[in-house]
């Protein structure tokens, strides 16, 4: 069972990620919080990682230089709705993070994302 | 008769002495205040009044005719120069102070645009976390129901519109205001043609409509990543208004100038009045009178697309009905075509 750590600051979209990937037979632990997120993957190591780039106090930005700097073969898959190519640029070509999902996105493309970002890095990892 | 000269004469001198100190003074209040006029303007005031002050005075005082004097023939030129360049240096600070203040009034009102977009940009924003989880909760709910409940189906349609509206105001309003830094990286305008058609077959295929696109194989040209959204834009606009049945054709090539590339989407639909031609590009135009589905900025922004690559977008009838919307490309962006996509005289 892979476990899939989502930080996103709605809660509402919170809890929807959750039973989605919950269904699709991860294990999910959700957070309001970048702090939080981070704070639970020093504990327990997460296998994949969902946040929303816009959130308040530590950005999905933060939490992914976070990881990057300790530990730098978990997943991030960033979360946003912001519109444009830029964005999406950043966040696969500079920041690195592993996939992109832009709200509003379909249940079926988060399953599939979360499920290739985690088969990725088991391959890196092998 | 002489006297009457003279005492005319020595008015006029008076009145010029006496006005040449009148614009010293004026000078000097200008100089100390420093707010009508700026400074060397107001220092030649000064010297133009003391000019025609050195000009008239001896006259007054000697009644010695001034014509005489090289003295006072200097101070006649030099008041009449410092007068007109102070007038001048005057009239072009009043010109200077109010195209800033013209500039400033453009600065406030980018200003004020600037914060409407804002405003639509947070909107929209705002509206996608409510809208992926009304969307994402129907779709668990529609996986749980029977096939042919008909209610969440729909639920979903509308959910979809609604994003589809959201995420259209939102490029408009960005293609709108500046253009986004576009990208000209070289592309293969008739593979972009053929994805786009691609990516449209499945809405194509819901209405029975046939999508079929031809021309060269490789047609190399500079496009941004949103030259693909123009060119769905206008293929589906095309697919929504035809027929059943029909098919829609999609020509790539050479444009009728030196060097243009040209894309011709030729639908069979109802085709376009001339009256309503003009105005099919503007913002929120849709003939709804067929009920059919859209956001309305669909061919505004493909119209700001092709227009930020250079190119344009116009409608011509297609012979035996329907329109033809023909994207055109300037001969600037297009180059030879990429070695790695020009596969028509490779061997198989």
Not at chain 2, 121 to 134: G, Q, S
Not at chain 2, 166 to 183: A, R
Request: glycine share 8%; with cysteine; aromatic share 6%.
């Amino acid at each position: 069972l892979s476990l899939v750590y989502v930080a996103d600051d709605e809660p509402t979209l919170r809890e929807l990620v959750s039973d989605e990937l919950s269904d699709a037979g991860f294990e999910v632990r959700a957070f309001a919080s970048g702090a939080e997120l981070l704070a639970a993957a020093q504990a327990r190591r997460p296998d994949a990682v969902l946040v929303d780039i816009n959130m308040p106090g530590l950005t999905g930005w933060d939490v992914r230089r976070w990881l990057d700097a300790h530990d730098a073969g978990i997943p991030v898959v960033a979360v946003t709705a912001q519109v444009g190519p830029m964005v999406e640029d950043l966040a696969l070509r500079t920041l690195h993070f592993s996939a992109f999902l832009r709200k509003p996105f379909a249940m079926a493309d988060l399953v599939a994302t979360v499920e290739r970002a985690c088969r990725a890095a088991t391959v890196t990892r092998a | 008769v002489s006297d009457i000269v003279n005492v005319l004469d020595l008015a006029e001198a008076l009145v010029i002495a006496c006005m040449g100190l009148a614009l010293a003074i004026l000078g000097a209040v200008f100089l100390a205040s420093r707010r009508a006029l700026d400074r060397s303007a107001a220092i030649l005031l000064v010297m133009a009044g003391i000019f025609a002050f050195g000009w008239k005075a001896p006259f007054v005082v000697t009644g010695v005719d001034e014509d005489a004097s090289y003295a006072a023939q200097a101070a006649q030129a030099g008041f009449f120069l410092c007068l007109a360049v102070s007038l001048y240096m005057w009239a072009s600070s009043l010109l200077a102070r109010h195209a800033t203040m013209l500039q400033e009034a453009q600065e406030q009102l980018r200003a004020a645009l600037g914060e409407k977009q804002m405003y639509i940009d947070i909107l929209a924003h705002d509206l996608k976390n409510p809208l992926t989880v009304a969307r994402g909760r129907a779709e668990r709910v529609a996986k749980a129901l029977p096939e042919d409940a008909r209610d969440v189906p729909e639920l979903q349609r509308s959910l979809h519109q609604m994003g589809a509206i959201v995420e259209d105001s939102l490029l408009y309003s960005q293609l709108e205001t500046d253009g986004p830094q576009l990208e000209r990286p070289q592309a293969d305008l008739a593979a972009t043609v053929r994805h786009a058609a691609l990516q449209l077959k499945p809405l194509a295929d819901a209405k029975g409509v046939w999508l079929a696109v031809y021309g060269v194989d490789a047609l190399a040209c500079r496009a941004d990543r949103l030259l693909p959204r123009a060119i769905e834009n206008v293929v589906s606009n095309a697919i929504k208004w035809s027929p059943s049945g029909a098919q829609i054709s999609i020509f790539v090539g050479e444009g009728g100038g030196d060097g243009e590339c040209e894309v011709r989407v030729v639908d069979h639909g109802p085709g376009i009045p001339d009256a309503d031609k003009a105005k099919l590009f503007a913002r929120f135009q849709r003939a709804d009178r067929h009920g059919v589905a859209g956001t309305g900025l669909g061919l505004a922004i493909a119209r700001r697309v092709v227009a930020l690559h250079r190119g344009s977008l116009r409608i011509e009838d297609t012979p035996g009905g329907g329109a033809t919307f023909v994207l055109t490309l300037p001969a600037a962006l297009v180059t030879s075509p990429a070695p790695a996509s020009s596969s028509r005289e490779a061997p198989a």
